[in-house]
């Protein structure tokens, strides 16, 4: 009950999935922990060695220095490991009437309501779920979530699991590394085209909103695929810290679209590493819309490895009260005729903050590429703030790579023009906003930029309820 | 107005203090320039030439500090790159809360000459007040192949076309300044040191 209250006063569009779960490891982190989270799992010697291996690289690597404010987690004070009950007893009758009513105005279908406030813990629509997975066997895909790849495909997983983001990468993949669970594994053969897009929570089992996910994705030559992710729903989460490691692999001529919504309660500390390497003439784009979270560190990355490869990062950082959306992207040219390009939004209101940080660089040899990054930022009261920390490192003389970015207020004769014509200065607001980061909500599939739009004007609005 | 030529001053720190226009200049020189603003109803123009030859190596910071309301700045940093020259840029925009209505802008065009060159360029930008402009804009790049291609239809030499790009490049540089009533300029074969005449 104590938690609902916290919960009311901290996090009022979000929820709490009463927690019961039938296993946990202990607080804290140690080999032994590590060991034990393999142990459960029955998993394989080498993703035991190379779970344990990680965690001692965990606790040598130091924390970044730059970024959010990383201070107050607490390693010793998180559960690494719960293994979820089957069954939830939550009746929709029961739900805090608030968070109903923010799932009317937000327009989520019945069925996803139920299962994201852990009313079902099962998509009730599980019929319509084992039908689209049948379809997708008989194309040969495999998509399942990452510990049955591990058990039922670990020759495929060895070759590519870690091998773009090795756990030396940073301290919170290190982290992932040692205490991974959950996330998606997909493998599209050759030529295949995946029609209908991959969406995390339309896999059943309660594992899918975990905080240390793994996903990996192989796109074979020629085949493509949209993987989603997330919701704009929001995520009640009582975990502190979400630290994800998605690795993708495209392969030649072949394209992968990832779209991340992410809409964590404003406790979480979203610290994501995200990698794919493209191909000759492959297509790699990330499309990227973070809206919650206390604090998000996330910078999609693209390795162009191949000839004439493309790469391209969409992304809208929506920062509210206490909130840091520290994002961006990385574009690293290794080869010829290779281009990319960044769009960014960002938008910060109630004293949030939002942070551009991105890297191109481009390699000797990487001729005749382009690069285009264009970041805008919105500020919508003075207590919020916008950066900018782009970085361009070009070792190449035949490239044209082109920066920009604009930071500004919503333009006062807009506003005052859609007042003059009678529309509430609150919705007018909400237009311009929806307005302002429309490239890139046309991109995300319809339901969910419907969503967003929505979720932006109850933003703006104030409160609900 | 007031012309300030920060290679020949070589001070790190300029606190603009009195309402008014000021322009700076800087001309192949490593090392941070912090430009404070401390008054309103200023103007602050930057301009800044790099020409790399050889192994020249460049490390240059800039800081245009807005701390009060109203003011302006206008930076706008050109090289040219030859050999294996190096160029390492970091340029900041802060504007505090307090400096409503401000106005910063901040440009960094480079053109790469030679496949050995290095450019690292990082314009920042921390914006803490809400009523504001802030643009910035980086390109980095070879010459544009269509404008040699034009100018060698017109019966230009390629090597004579490539140094009209490059004159034009830096010359539309020294053009702004002399629209700010900047005179006393260097020629552009000086600053560019020119070989014999030729790029």
Redesign the interface.
């Known amino acids: 009950m104590q938690q609902t209250q916290g919960l009311d006063f901290e996090y009022k569009f979000g929820f709490a999935m009463p927690e019961r779960p039938v296993y946990q490891t202990k607080k804290g982190i140690s080999s032994r922990v590590v060991a034990e989270i393999s142990h459960i799992k029955n998993e394989p010697a080498w993703m035991r060695q190379f779970r344990l291996k990680s965690f001692e690289i965990f606790v040598k690597k130091s924390m970044p220095t730059w970024g959010g404010d990383l201070s107050r987690i607490n390693f010793n004070n998180i559960i690494y490991f719960a293994k979820a009950t089957n069954k939830q007893e939550n009746s929709w009758e029961k739900l805090p009437k608030e968070i109903k009513e923010t799932y009317d105005r937000i327009g989520v279908p019945e069925a996803e309501r139920k299962f994201l406030a852990g009313v079902s813990a099962q998509y009730d629509s599980e019929v319509v779920y084992e039908s689209v997975r049948l379809e997708l066997k008989k194309q040969g895909i495999i998509f399942c979530d990452m510990d049955t790849a591990v058990r039922e495909y670990p020759s495929l997983v060895r070759q590519y699991f870690s091998t773009l983001i090795p756990p030396h990468d940073n301290k919170f993949a290190a982290l992932n590394s040692a205490v991974w669970s959950g996330g998606s594994f997909v493998y599209v053969p050759k030529g295949v085209k995946v029609t209908l897009p991959l969406q995390a929570y339309f896999r059943i089992n309660a594992q899918n909103f975990g905080q240390f996910e793994r996903t990996l994705i192989i796109a074979e030559e020629g085949s493509y695929v949209h993987y989603v992710e997330g919701c704009t729903a929001p995520i009640y989460t009582t975990d502190s810290l979400h630290s994800a490691v998605v690795e993708i692999f495209v392969k030649k001529g072949a394209r992968v679209r990832y779209t991340t919504v992410q809409n964590w309660s404003k406790n979480v500390y979203n610290l994501v590493t995200k990698r794919a390497r493209a191909d000759e003439e492959a297509v790699m784009e990330w499309v990227d819309c973070n809206l919650g979270s206390q604090l998000t560190m996330k910078y999609p990355s693209v390795y162009l490895y191949g000839k004439g490869a493309r790469g391209e990062v969409l992304s809208i950082a929506f920062a509210g009260e206490g909130q840091h959306q520290d994002a961006g992207a990385k574009m690293l040219h290794f080869a010829s005729h290779t281009s990319s390009r960044i769009i960014s939004k960002s938008i910060s209101k109630d004293g949030g903050r939002t942070s551009y940080r991105g890297l191109v660089q481009v390699a000797?040899g990487a001729s005749a590429s382009s690069v285009f990054v264009s970041c805008d930022?919105l500020?919508?009261?003075?207590k919020?703030?916008?950066?900018?920390?782009?970085?361009?490192?070009?070792?190449?003389?035949?490239?044209?790579?082109?920066?920009?970015?604009?930071?500004?207020?919503l333009g006062e004769e807009k506003l005052f023009y859609l007042t003059s014509r009678g529309i509430a200065k609150q919705d007018a607001e909400g237009l311009l906003v929806n307005g302002f980061i429309e490239p890139v909500t046309k991109e995300i599939p319809l339901e969910y930029s419907i969503e967003l739009n929505r979720l932006i004007n109850l933003e703006m609005s104030g409160s609900v309820g | 107005m007031y012309f300030i030529d920060v290679s020949k001053e070589k001070k790190e720190k300029y606190v603009v203090e009195k309402q008014g226009k000021y322009v700076f200049f800087l001309h192949n020189i490593s090392g941070k320039i912090y430009i404070e603003i401390q008054k309103p109803n200023t103007e602050v123009y930057i301009f800044g030439l790099f020409i790399g030859r050889n192994n020249d190596v460049f490390k240059l910071e800039t800081v245009q500090h807005h701390r009060a309301g109203n003011s302006f700045s206008n930076l706008l940093i050109k090289g040219v790159f030859f050999d294996r020259s190096k160029f390492i840029y970091e340029g900041l925009i802060r504007i505090e809360?307090k400096a409503?209505k401000s106005h910063a802008y901040q440009k960094n065009q480079?053109l790469?000459?030679?496949?050995d060159?290095?450019?690292?360029?990082?314009?920042?930008?921390?914006?803490?007040?809400?009523?504001?402009?802030?643009?910035?804009?980086?390109?980095?790049?070879?010459l544009n192949e269509e404008q040699l291609y034009f100018l060698q239809s017109r019966g230009l030499e390629k090597a004579q076309a490539a140094e009209l790009l490059v004159r034009g490049f830096v010359d539309d540089l020294l053009g702004k300044m002399r629209d700010l009533k900047v005179n006393q300029l260097p020629e552009v074969s000086y600053l560019l040191h020119l070989r014999g005449g030729r790029l």
């Open positions: 000797p930022a500020i919508l009261d003075e919020s703030r916008s950066d900018t920390y782009p970085f361009m490192r070009i070792k190449e003389s035949d490239v044209s790579v082109q920066h920009e970015a604009t930071v500004e207020k | 809360k409503q480079n790469v000459m030679s496949k060159c290095f450019v690292d360029s990082r314009p920042f930008l921390e914006i803490l007040a809400n009523d504001v402009f802030c643009t910035h804009g980086s390109t980095t790049g070879g």
